[in-house]
């Protein structure tokens, strides 16, 4: 057993008191075997800096960035969440916006989306349980993703309590807002056929 400590931000933004607390890691739950990873930040058990919540529930929306190297059909996510209040009502509601600038801006894609698997990671957080949720989308509503565009996710929930966890050095939007940290999460789906993936350089062109 690991303890270490993380810090605990409170904003109203954040939904999250300030203090520290112990922190048990394991590691993450195995894959789903038709799914492939094309993009992630993920939570992993040798976090040494800060651990945050980012509150996207209620009147809070939290969005990021990610982009593809690979063209690829989306049909899931993982994020790594905290249920403050100890329920997983559904649904999320799941929205994959445009990037303006380096900022989200209007939908490109969005459904409510009542297939998830909860993961306890054996984590936590303040002493509440550190979740991986998986959220898999509807066949008929798969997206096709072009490699190296940027586009901004927005996992909202349905429920009273919802913190999705992020790290330090990122461009975190909350509600429309920058924030200096990255959600963790996990874009997931099937890679184009035949098709090469973009350099580096190509990706931070689009930028």
């Known amino acids: 057993m690991i303890r270490k400590t993380i810090l605990i931000l409170s904003t109203l933004a954040l939904s999250a008191a300030l203090g520290l ?16 990873i094309l993009w992630e930040d993920p939570f992993f058990d040798d976090y040494y800096w800060p651990l ?25 996510f993982d994020c790594w969440a905290v249920y403050r209040d100890g329920e997983h009502p559904q649904p999320f509601i799941v929205t994959i916006r445009y990037d303006w600038y380096g900022k989200p801006d209007g939908t490109y894609w969005s459904d409510r989306l009542t297939d998830v698997t909860d993961t306890d990671t054996g984590s936590d957080y303040a002493n509440y349980d550190i979740w991986q949720s998986r959220i898999l989308l ?30 330090e050095w990122g461009n975190v939007h909350i509600d429309w807002e920058e924030y200096p940290w990255s959600a963790l999460f996990r874009v997931l789906g099937t890679p184009d056929a035949g098709v090469e993936d973009s350099s580096w350089g190509e990706i931070k062109a689009t930028f």
């Not at 607390?21 to 492939?36: E, I, K, N």
């Open 138 to 167: 509807r066949e008929s509503e798969s997206i096709h993703i072009e490699a190296g565009t940027p586009f901004w996710l927005e996992i909202y929930f349905t429920g009273p309590s919802f913190g999705w966890t992020a790290r």
């Open 21 to 36: 607390t112990d922190f048990t890691s394991v590691s993450p739950p195995s894959r789903d075997d038709d799914l492939q």
């Open 52 to 76: 945050y919540l980012l509150g996207s529930c209620g009147l809070n929306h939290v969005q990021d960035d990610f982009v593809l190297e690979t063209s690829a059909v989306v049909k899931g």
